[in-house]
């Protein structure tokens, strides 16, 4: 069972910020709470503005003062949100489909619990699939690689143009990283004309183009990095956490990963038969179970997403006469 939303998402740390607050102390709650955006909240705690790094860095490159330009200025209005009952792969593929790589995580209610990221998915996915299904080469990108003498503002340039994070710094015959933690620490202390020589930190892990992507993602778990660099003929392309998020959502697809429910019914006295074959009808419904105590009928359905099941619920159970109640259960993991 894919795993829902609220299994992965960032939940303790919310970078929330206040519309009117600069650029330079937006790159601070990114870099205090370690998520690419900012969010800011209604007077019911719902998202009414996100500022991504992406738009931080289109910002920087664009030459805005980072001092005098605020959050309002910058930020996306009313943005995209999922919701915490979501799947992963539903989230995953609204950022593909948005091109976004940040999401507020909202209740029923709308009110903010907490932001996803496509890294952050990637473990939990890929621990689902299997050994030897994929490799890295098919979805690493070409890197960026800058002199360290290069300024912040060249850099953001570098990354806007490209669609990059990171850019990488050549340091005589060697190479590190600009992580994206690295350029929001320099925007801080040195603002966009910053050296990036000073300030990339990002250890350079290497592995082969046929490395595994299950193993690639436990590989930068295990050590605390976002990405790798595959060395092939003496080129070298990178691939991030991010990108491996997403191959592992399209190799789910591809094998039909199916979210499974569980809904406790209560009926009408005297109708429950009746009920039952009306809903064994359901397109999804899987079983339908006659039981003792609160509930009468336990229905066991299968959909292709969260949404779907719900729909299924709604739709397909709710809307029969004699049915005075549901509890509806999404199951979150298989356990063998």
Known sequence: MVPTVANVMEDKRLP?????????????????????????LDALRRPELV????????????????????????AVLKPVTVRTTDSITEALNIMRKRGVRFLPVVDETGEVKGVLEPRFAAYALWSRLSYGLARVEPVSRRIVVLPEDASLRA???????????????KRGDEITVLREWDFLEALIKGGPEAKIGDYAKGEIIYVPPGFDSKAAVELMHENDVTRLIVKKDGELTTITLTDLAFQAMDYLAYMGERVKGVVLVNVETGREHEVAERIMAVPGVKEVLMATGPFDLIVLLEASSTSELFKIVSEGIRSLRAVKSTQTLVATRVLH
Not at 53 to 70: E, F, N, S
Not at 155 to 169: L, P, S, Y
Request: charged share 25%.
């Open 155 to 169: 850099a953001a340039k570098a990354m806007d143009e490209t669609g990059a994070m990171e850019v990488f710094v």
């Open 16 to 40: 929330i910020i206040s519309a009117d607050q600069s650029l330079r102390k937006a790159a601070e709650v990114m870099l205090e709470n370690r998520v690419l955006g900012t969010i800011t």
């Open 51 to 74: 500022l991504s790094y992406r738009r931080l860095v289109r910002a920087v490159a664009a030459g805005v003062d980072i001092d005098k330009a605020t959050v309002a200025e910058q």
